[in-house]
């Protein structure tokens, strides 16, 4: 390892041990010819140019690997090809320099610039292949390299990229543990990610890196809740398992009440020893509070937004979330678990016997959530023997007094079975049944005594170690039987059942006073022969029969005893010595003497049969430590839980200033009013995701009381609530209405004043800011939407006292767009609209100081340029507005609605997508309640609704506008619109154009931003790329008007005005980051135009080019 | 570093004679002889189904699956739910089989490429990445004659080189745009009929396990929407990661945007609440007399009510008490065949047609000196019944959004014996 890479690579692998003289020769280390050959002739394809050649001894190696064979020689050969274009050979290098970078460092490294190039590559596969090679070679010299391209990754905008970020961080954890400090922030930061894709993967990188840092989940756990569902399968599984561990340190015992009222109840009956410390404790909190239990609404999310997955297709989903409801969930609700994992045990017989263990611990503890399905624990003569033996432990554990008869009669047909450890099994568990249950103990009992005449010794020897536990619990009674087994000793040979034989005899030799010296005289005969447990119970029996019958035994046992005295076991010696001091008196011998009768005789309490998985629930079910009763390394202790409960506020979270929107704020502000006071009308999924407590219980309420009558009956701790939030959505609907009335007139006349805008006054100014302010009014605090001016409606909120922070954000607005207005004169009026919608700073921090500069610099440029801006910019907008169709009229049953985007700036959110939606009512009835509900969006989209119409006459139209915030992707945004009969299911997918808002900007600043912009591209991996494409303009599109007209109707940009007569400008913010999209239309001779399109986000550059073409080419 | 914390560190496939075939790490190569571990146990464990799923050695846990004759065995170092492994490893099976047609070792070892290229992209760092069969397929293109003879001439290769769209839409199961000139959709519903009837002919314990399985070949996004006419009727359903739950939970009916191909939709069962109708009844007559070297076996199979539909691929396999030399027997329908090593008589009956009952009958020779077998063995009947769920499911309709064709579509009822056992 110590050779220089330099000369290792000329040298061949295994010139780095040190032997310059084979150094050329490759197979040096090996003895094979045969090897060495191959690899010549594999080394020769691979310095090869063909592709194919490369390729075919790529395939060779691995498949070398594949069989263990070792490649490690080929190193160098295969290393240079990393750089190789064939993609298949690279990938096959990349298997390569997994497998044999550790054992050569120094020539890995090699191979490491690749990676970096690649880490920049505008292809995220790309991006994300590298990233993965890079972190997998276990090299510890590059540990910052990997840092550092780890952390690049966890801000790229590719989720698939920064998901294999997540999945680097345990690697570098591995390799060097010193980064831990460092990782954490990457993982705290991913973990803020919102996206489906990365969740699981971050979760698994938390839970190796810091799974103590519990901390850095409460912000994020009501994300983690409602992202759950759409997370792939296994990412469900791990985070599960660990919202399982917090839950446990975060919330209160749900059952602390019940096991104060049912528990004492069942124990009175059962005599079952339940949790009883738990029982103590919990008794003692409660009586100490004699306070009702409430469940934290959190705890009651993760409950409810975890069920559904019960009906996953993977098992280890299935049995993830059954291990959390048994852990977590109150105890009446655990019951809904069994079913599905009843049905698992139709899989796989590995995935059968896992579950199996499970159920086995689960049917201790709760053994009525299985009972229904106890047939379908019942055993077939094809199942593999251990699970049977599984199967008969949850039969034994299910069994009770009513149905012990059917269970008996079950293990009958068992006993007979060819599988001999089975029958063992079987004898066992009527053992088991026959202690738990006093009712059957007499049939249990003859049925085993039935058995000690079975053919099979095994049975029968099994069946005494049961009978003998069994008459240990009442001896007097069963002399018969103990006399029947005394006879057995002459026939069986198992020694376990010869001991047990012996040792009941001795115990109760008063009962057979008559045989049990016969019996002495037999195993005396045979004592040499016998196994060492037969010894030690027969120099028992001698011991005891001394003490109660000297007489007859005394020369017998001391013939044991001397036997005994030179067994070659030491333990049989040993036992001997101290039973002869013991028992036979002499003068030597001290007090114990006396006692030896106490000591041989004492009543000895009966065994207790119980099942070997009592208790295990110690261990978290389904763990491999559960598993293993054993606890495996990294294994995380199950919590206790808590008797106060932590903080709930931590998991509240603060929305960042930048994505406030007024209607946000108010929301927010409710959260620190008394829980349940208050909830929301309207919550969209993102604003549960951002998880204000109320919005998701509501947001569950509503869905519950649209259909599911199942998950109603568990929320009654939410029923109050639910009911106070409906009245009171109702009737902020009908501001609402009115107030989308009003909205609606004027967004009608918008058209027609858009183009005199130009000149506009301080008036039309107002009204603007008075139409955001009311629309955000009632989705927010009710009665502040009632106020008739905007003067009247920003004082009165400032003057409320408790909530004044609410109104805040609207005043502070309200001023913000005042200010530059009267500094830069009527002009500004459409700049202060784009302003509106222009998020202050997107994520790319360097973009945000360029924007202000910018707007500065328009200012002062507008004077040159508004001639031809102002119709470019607003005429196409609303002159070629193109309406889509969300539900056709056929489909919808006769309710047919349209959309277009508005291309207004959406009121409640600069970071929306105004969508206006038109809906008809073909119908000849009055269509009443429509409304917005169960969004199903990607991770990030939000929606806010519009609001409920609550009636359309039949012929009636009604235009209502919603917005979306698509995240910037073009990504549909899913959702129902229900009327009071019916749920439609309806997608937008907005076009690429329409994701953005036009920018005003200059001549100049448009090229120092397409500059810079092109800069950053080159330097840093998440930069900017430029997309250029050649296209030819059909005939009429050959126009000024003509190309500005197709160019802005296919997207929303600005024009930007330019210098040159065939050039054409346009540029566009995208709504939710604010990156800049800058196009430029280059007319050449003729019909040949150049289009190019720079934008940071790849994505949408590419798609924009595309639509731009298509429609000029229309 | 001694921090090696991951979830499967290792994998190893075994034949049955106990070769290692291939290996694959994620990790630090753990050596072959872990496995050691493994022989020890299967040799403990006599039969191959008894080889415990998780072993513990002293460095690793062992967790391995039994499928087609090939043992999977992975290592695994640290605390991990033994089913996540489970699972994952007959997914990895799975994928085998839906590449290469089988799952066994030829299949493996001529493809070793392509399986190592899967095994890459199914775990990263031991955690599974991409283990849907849509996206797979668009990574890695599965082998085909045609395509195997296209590479070897142009040298092309089965790695696609194109994005993976799937990753990045909301619906990974479904790879982007997807072609048919024709569009069809068609769906299988399975049922499978779990019994345990006793000696003296009544049931012990039944119920219907079903699954629906559809081939889907539809172009671009479709949404369709499936209802029954009686989804009451279903008693604990699972679904595959593609339908929506809410919408089953609200109005029964199964919402979905589908895979492209061949895919599981949803596993139900039937409750065993609901009284099941055995389509068959088997009268036997087995016995071993005491003290002499034989016994007589005598079976009976004939068609209970079985709705008009004929029971037909009636197939009984028992296995024999290991006192059994040999059997002499007619059968008056079928053939039978005894294994004298493995002790198992298997008969192929073929179709129960009700005028004339299928029989087995004949003399069973047993070892002599051997003591009389304590239990007559239990018939483990199969069968099949075309066009008829035992259930009574129905499949209401299928709607289509989303996309302007009109497919075609199917509908098929398949009944067949599941674990259905008789005893004797």
Redesign the interface.
């Known amino acids: 390892m110590a050779a220089s890479p330099a000369y290792g690579e000329e040298k061949g692998g295994s010139s780095s041990l040190g032997e310059p003289e084979y150094g050329h020769d490759p197979a040096s280390g090996g003895i094979f010819a045969s090897d060495y050959k191959r690899h010549d002739d594999l080394k020769e394809m691979l310095d090869s140019n063909?592709?194919?050649l490369k390729?075919e001894a790529m395939?060779r190696i691995?498949?070398m690997?594949?069989?263990?064979k070792n490649a490690s020689d080929l190193f160098p050969a295969v290393v240079k090809n990393v750089a190789c274009k064939?993609?298949?050979v690279k990938?096959?290098v990349?298997?390569y320099l997994v497998?044999y970078a550790?054992e050569q460092q120094d020539l890995a490294l090699l191979s490491i610039s690749t990676f970096q190039r690649g880490l920049k590559d505008p292809?995220?596969?790309i991006r994300a292949s590298a990233l993965?090679v890079l972190?997998?070679i276990?090299v510890p010299i590059i540990v910052p390299i990997m840092m550092l391209a780890i952390k690049e990754a966890a801000s790229d905008m590719?989720?698939?990229v920064r998901k294999?970020a997540a999945?680097?961080i345990?690697?570098l954890?591995?390799?060097?543990?010193d980064q831990k400090d460092q990782l954490i922030e990457v993982i705290e930061k991913l973990l803020a990610d919102k996206t489906t894709?990365v969740a699981g993967?971050v979760v698994?990188a938390f839970e190796?890196v810091c799974p103590e840092r519990i901390d850095l989940i409460h912000k994020n756990y009501r994300k983690l809740c409602n992202l759950l569902?759409?997370v792939?399968?296994?990412g469900q599984?791990v985070i599960i398992?660990m919202l399982t561990r917090y839950a446990r340190t975060q919330f209160l015992s749900p059952n602390q009440n019940e096991s104060l009222l049912e528990e004492s109840a069942e124990k009175a009956f059962y005599g079952s020893e339940e949790e009883d410390t738990k029982d103590a404790k919990a008794e003692a909190a409660s009586l100490a509070k004699r306070k009702p239990y409430v469940m934290d609404p959190d705890h009651r999310l993760l409950l409810r937004n975890t069920k559904?997955l019960l009906?996953?297709?993977?098992?280890?989903v299935?049995?993830?979330v059954a291990q959390l409801y048994f852990h977590l969930a109150p105890k009446a609700e655990v019951g809904v678990i069994a079913?599905?994992l009843?049905?698992l045990l139709?899989s796989?017989?590995?995935?059968q016997?896992?579950?199996l263990q499970n159920v086995a611990t689960m049917s201790i503890k709760r053994r009525g959530m299985f009972e229904p399905y106890l047939?379908?624990f019942?055993i077939?003569?094809?199942d593999?023997?251990?699970i049977k033996i599984l199967k008969l432990e949850v039969l034994t554990n299910l069994a009770n007094e009513t149905n012990i008869s059917t269970i008996l009669r079950?293990f009958q047909?068992y006993i007979?079975?060819?599988d001999k450890d089975f029958v063992a099994a079987t004898i066992q568990a009527i053992g088991r049944c026959a202690t738990n249950i006093g009712k059957v103990r007499d049939t249990c009992l003859n049925g085993l005594v039935q058995l000690l005449s079975?053919?099979?010794e095994l049975v029968v020897a099994e069946s005494v170690v049961v009978i003998k536990k069994l008459l240990q619990m009442q001896p007097a009674q069963h002399s018969e039987i103990i006399k029947h087994m005394a006879k057995l000793t002459d026939n069986i040979q198992v020694p376990m059942a010869r001991a047990s034989i012996l040792w009941l005899i001795g115990e109760y030799c008063e009962h057979v006073p008559k045989i049990a010296p016969d019996v002495l005289r037999k195993m005396a005969k045979s004592f040499t022969n016998e196994e060492d447990i037969v010894k030690l119970q027969v120099i028992n029996l001698a011991a005891k029969l001394y003490l109660t019958n000297s007489k007859q035994s005394k020369l017998l046992t001391q013939y044991v005893l001397n036997l005994a005295k030179y067994d070659q076991n030491y333990d049989i010696r040993d036992r001997a010595r101290f039973i002869r001091q013991l028992i036979v008196p002499t003068e030597k011998s001290g007090a114990l003497n006396k006692y030896a009768k106490k000591l041989f005789l004492a009543q000895k309490p009966a065994p207790i049969l119980e099942s070997s998985f009592k208790d295990r629930d110690h261990f978290q079910l389904?763990?491999?430590?559960h598993?293993?009763n054993?606890k495996?390394?990294?294994?995380?202790e199950l919590p206790d839980w808590p008797d106060e409960a932590p903080d709930p506020s931590v998991r509240n979270v603060e929305v960042p200033e930048w994505t406030k929107c007024t209607s946000r704020e108010k929301r927010k502000d409710k959260v620190e009013k008394p829980f349940y006071s208050d909830s929301e009308g309207e919550s969209g999924p993102t604003e549960s995701a951002d998880s204000e407590p109320e919005s998701d219980s509501e947001e569950s309420g509503s869905?519950s009381s649209?259909?599911?009558s199942?998950?109603s009956s568990e929320e009654e701790d939410e029923e109050e609530e639910e009911g106070g939030s409906e009245e009171q959505s109702e009737d902020k609907e009908g501001e609402e209405e009115e107030e989308e009335k009003r909205k609606k007139k004027k967004e009608k006349g918008g058209p027609r004043k858009a183009s005199p805008r130009s000149v506009g006054s301080e008036e039309e100014e107002e009204a603007e800011g008075k139409k955001v302010k009311k629309a955000a009014g009632p989705q927010g605090k009710k009665g502040h939407a009632e106020s008739s001016s905007e003067e009247a409606s920003a004082s009165e909120s400032s003057s409320s006292g408790s909530d004044s922070g609410t109104e805040a954000p609207t005043v502070v607005e309200a001023k913000r767009r005042k200010i530059p207005s009267s500094k830069a004169g009527p002009k500004e009026i459409s700049l202060l609209d784009l302003d509106d919608f222009t998020p202050p700073p997107p994520q790319p921090v360097p973009s945000s100081s360029i924007i202000s500069t910018s707007l500065v610099t328009d200012l002062e440029g507008l004077t040159l340029t508004d001639t031809s801006l102002a119709p470019a910019l607003l005429s196409p907008a609303f002159g070629a507005v193109r309406t889509y169709e969300l539900l056709h009229r056929m489909?919808g049953e006769g309710l047919s609605v349209e959309y277009c985007f508005s291309r207004r700036p959406f009121p409640g959110d600069p970071h929306m997508v105004a969508v206006q939606i038109q809906i008809s009512n073909n119908t000849d009835a009055e269509v009443k309640s429509l409304r917005v509900s169960?969004p199903?969006l990607?991770a990030g989209m939000r929606i806010q609704e519009f609001p409920e119409i609550e009636s359309l006459a039949p012929g009636d139209t009604a235009s209502v506008v919603m917005g979306i915030d698509f995240c910037d992707s073009t990504?549909a945004a899913n959702f129902q619109l229900c009327t009071h009969t019916r749920?439609f299911?309806v997608s937008i997918q907005p076009p690429v154009g329409e994701l953005m808002a036009p920018v005003f900007m200059s001549e100049n600043e448009f090229r120092k931003e397409q500059e810079h912009l092109a800069r950053r591209g080159e330097g840093k991996l998440t930069g900017m790329s430029e997309i250029t494409e050649k296209l030819t303009l059909p005939e009429k599109c050959r126009s000024d008007h003509a190309i500005v007209q197709q160019v802005t109707s296919a997207a929303n940009v600005g024009r930007v005005p330019c210098g040159a007569d065939n050039e054409y400008r346009f540029a566009a913010k995208t709504v939710t980051s604010g990156s800049l999209v800058l196009i430029t239309l280059e007319w050449r001779e003729g019909a040949a135009a150049q289009l190019t399109v720079n934008s940071e986000k790849m994505v949408i550059g590419t798609m924009l080019v595309k639509d731009i073409i298509q429609a000029l080419a229309q | 570093m001694c921090f090696q914390q991951k979830m499967i560190h290792s994998l190893f496939l075994i034949n049955c004679s106990g070769d290692i075939f291939l290996e694959k790490h994620w990790k630090s190569v753990v050596s072959q002889s872990v496995c050691d571990y493994f022989f020890e146990a299967q040799e403990k464990a006599i039969d191959v189904e008894n080889v415990p799923p998780v072993i513990s050695t002293p460095h690793h846990y062992l967790i391995s699956i039994y499928r087609d004759k090939i043992f999977f065995v992975s290592v695994i170092q640290t605390e991990v739910p033994p089913l996540f492994v489970i699972e994952f490893l007959h997914r990895v099976a799975d994928t085998f089989q839906d590449y290469f047609g089988e799952c066994s070792e030829t299949a493996i070892k001529d493809n070793v490429v392509i399986v190592y290229e899967l095994l890459e992209e199914m775990l990263d760092n031991g955690f599974p990445l991409a283990t849907e069969s849509n996206i797979l397929k668009e990574l890695i293109k599965p082998p085909t004659i045609l395509r195997s003879v296209v590479n070897s001439i142009t040298g092309s290769s089965n790695v696609g080189d194109t994005l993976p769209t799937g990753q990045l839409s909301n619906i990974p199961w479904r790879r982007a745009g997807v072609k048919y000139t024709n569009n069809e959709a068609y769906f299988d519903v399975i049922e499978e009929i779990d019994a345990i009837i006793d000696k003296s002919g009544s049931t012990v314990f039944a119920e219907i396990q079903g699954v629906i399985d559809s081939c889907i070949k539809l172009s671009g996004m479709p949404d369709l929407s499936l209802s029954f006419m009686n989804p009451r009727l279903l008693d604990d359903v699972s679904f595959h990661p593609c339908i929506r739950f809410k919408r089953w939970e609200s109005e029964r009916v199964l919402s979905f945007i589908p895979p492209d191909g061949n895919f599981r939709l949803i596993s139900y069962r039937v409750s065993s609440q609901n009284l099941v109708a055995i389509p068959v009844y088997v009268k036997h007559l087995i016995s071993f007399k005491e003290n002499s070297s034989s016994g007589r076996f005598d079976v009976t199979i004939g068609p209970k009510q079985n709705m008009g539909k004929t029971v037909e691929g009636v197939v009984m396999t028992v296995h024999m008490p290991k006192a059994v030399l040999n059997m002499n027997l007619t059968a008056t329908q079928g053939s039978y065949t005894f294994d004298p090593v493995t002790k198992v008589l298997a008969w192929d009956v073929g179709k129960i047609t009700p005028q004339k009952l299928p029989n087995l009958k004949g003399i069973v020779n047993l070892q002599s000196g051997a003591p009389k077998p304590e239990e007559n063995p239990s018939l483990n009947i199969q069968f099949k019944i075309q066009q008829l769920a035992i259930s009574g499911l129905k499949v209401n309709r299928l709607d289509m959004y989303g996309e302007k064709y009109k497919p075609f579509k199917g509908v098929k009822y398949i009944t067949k014996a599941g674990k259905f056992q008789v005893r004797t």
């Open positions: 063909k592709d194919s390729l395939k691995v498949a690997i594949a069989r263990g064939n993609i298949e990938k096959l990349y298997v497998r550790e292809n995220q596969l993965r972190s997998s276990r590719s989720p698939y294999t999945h680097a345990p690697k954890y591995s390799l060097d543990s894709l993967s698994m190796e569902i759409d792939e399968e296994w599984v398992n559904p009906q996953s297709r993977n098992a280890a299935v049995m993830a079913k599905a009843v049905r139709r796989h017989s590995e995935v016997y896992v579950v047939k379908s019942y077939r003569s094809t593999p023997t251990q079950e047909t007979r079975s060819m079975n053919r099979d389904g763990s491999l430590s598993l293993l054993a495996a390394v990294g294994y995380q869905s649209s259909g599911t199942s998950s489909a169960e199903k990607l990504q749920h299911y």
